[in-house]
C-alpha cells in the first residue's frame, strides 16, 4: 500500500533555455490502490479505498477521498 498525495501542475509550452513559468499547484490522492479505486469510481463502479493512515498529511488525503465519494 502506497497512499499519496500527488502534486502536479502545468506549463502552456516547453521552449528549451527559456524559464518556465508553472500554473498554480493541484493536489490529488494518489497510490497504486487508490487510483484503482478512483478509476472505478469514475467508471461508475463501487469501490473502496483501504490504505495505512496517520502520517501529518492523512486528514488531507481523507478530505480529497470523501470529496470524491471514495
Request: glycine content about 12%; overall charge positive.
Amino acid at each position: 500500500m502506497n497512499p499519496a498525495i500527488d502534486i502536479i501542475t502545468s506549463i502552456e509550452n516547453v521552449a528549451a533555455e527559456r524559464k518556465l513559468h508553472c500554473h498554480a499547484l493541484r493536489y490529488d490522492p494518489g497510490g497504486g490502490g487508490i487510483n484503482v479505486s478512483r478509476a472505478i469510481h469514475r467508471l461508475g463502479g463501487k469501490s473502496r479505498a483501504v490504505y495505512p493512515s496517520g502520517a501529518p498529511t492523512s486528514r488531507m488525503l481523507e478530505q480529497m477521498l470523501e470529496k470524491e465519494g471514495i
